[in-house]
């Protein structure tokens, strides 16, 4: 058999476009999911699907099972697809690393990859534009915070993907109402402008190797989202930007980055 790669999360488009794009190279592909309704397992370019347990609910589980099959077969690269399965396995890179290769940064940079606030901080460090951010620690800066802010804004978590646990408060009160809601499930969120709906959002997505260096690079540009108010992308085109592509591979490299990552910016018209 051809050299094999065992790709995880199978339902995603994002693994049916790996699937294709690897399988088309003459790799034999191996795909994952908790479901036997995995799109990618439908491609002429999957050799084999196999289902797991669920990385969501049954963490442990789903890493013996892949654990397993590493073992029992030979791989030369295990691509993690989605957030569950890559933090899963970003925490167990070393174990992992010892059947095949894992395309992953380690978890402390993973982490420091997810945390909105400390991404907003290194960016301005580094001279990247964003929108004015009040980062709360303590539940009382509420109090003197409300009456000065530039309303609307938005309450978006430090940590989350999409629209979840974002609001849009357009008084005091509904900023305290709002901001506590979402303190519940996500603590301390943060509090930023709104950039208006108007302005265009990009993302700039990047292939980089061990040594930072870029092996492919794409930028797209935002045509509609869901919900409308700000969410993910629903539909997008291809577009050239430099500035973008400069700011966004600026950050990455600062983070140390390495493998696929996709950075977004909303232009404030």
């Known amino acids: 058999m051809s050299s094999q790669v065992f790709i995880t999360d199978g339902h995603w488009r994002k693994s049916l476009a790996a699937v294709r794009a690897l399988g088309r190279m003459g790799l034999s592909v191996t795909v994952g999911?908790?479901?036997r309704l995995m799109t990618a397992a439908f491609s002429r370019y999957c050799n084999r699907a196999v289902v797991y347990p669920s990385p969501l609910n049954s963490p442990e589980e789903f890493l013996t099972f892949l654990s397993q099959e590493l073992r029992g077969n030979t791989y030369q690269m295990l691509l993690p697809m989605e957030e569950e399965?890559?933090?899963l396995l970003s925490r167990h890179h070393s174990e992992f690393s010892r059947w095949t290769y894992v395309p992953i940064v380690s978890h402390d940079r993973l982490q420091v990859a997810r945390r909105k606030d400390k991404i907003l901080r290194l960016s301005e460090k580094l001279g990247i534009p964003i929108p004015?951010?009040?980062y709360v620690e303590n539940l009382s800066q509420?109090?003197?915070?409300k009456m000065n802010l530039p309303y609307p804004v938005v309450i978006k978590p430090k940590t989350s993907s999409g629209a979840i646990g974002v609001c849009y408060p357009r008084t005091p009160e509904e900023l305290v109402e709002q901001y506590m809601a979402v303190h519940q499930r996500f603590p301390y969120p943060l509090i930023q402008e709104l950039i208006p709906q108007e302005g265009s959002g990009f993302g700039a997505s990047f292939l980089l190797d061990e040594r930072g260096q870029v092996r492919a690079s794409f930028l797209h540009k935002r045509l509609r989202?869901?919900?409308v108010t700000g969410g993910a992308s629903t539909l997008r085109e291809s577009v050239r930007r430099d500035d973008v592509r400069e700011m966004a591979l600026t950050l990455l490299r600062a983070l140390n980055w390495f493998g696929v990552a996709m950075v977004e910016f909303k232009l404030d018209p």
Do not use: C, I
């Not at 509420?142 to 915070?145: R, V």
């Open 132 to 134: 004015k951010t009040w």
């Open 142 to 145: 509420l109090d003197s915070l």
């Open 33 to 35: 999911e908790s479901t």
């Open 225 to 227: 989202e869901y919900p």
């Open 85 to 87: 399965s890559l933090e």
